[in-house]
């Protein structure tokens, strides 16, 4: 499937678990996901809060799941940025 492990799985896909109740949140974050991975998507292929909230909690995680390697690609591509620019984080430090 992935060559994550289950600590690694977790921490990747928390912010996501976490907030699976606001449907907003992860048709944004899907659509962030869908932009970073595939450049600029048509409107007609975004995500919306009505869509998201058709699904189930298992679709929800699942649909990240399956796009685990561009969320770690977004998040390692973004850190970088910031470090550069802003600086580590506190956890960083």
Request: a negative charge.
């Amino acid at each position: 499937m992935n060559k994550f492990n289950e600590q690694q799985r977790k921490k990747i896909l928390s912010p996501y678990v976490h907030k699976l109740q606001d449907n907003n949140f992860i048709a944004i974050e899907r659509n962030r996901i869908l932009q970073f991975k595939h450049g600029k998507i048509p409107s007609y292929c975004a995500w919306d809060e009505d869509s998201v909230a058709a699904e189930s909690d298992d679709e929800k995680i699942k649909w990240f799941e399956e796009l685990i390697e561009a969320i770690r690609e977004m998040n390692s591509f973004y850190s970088e940025i910031s470090q550069k620019y802003i600086g580590p984080s506190a956890d960083e430090s």
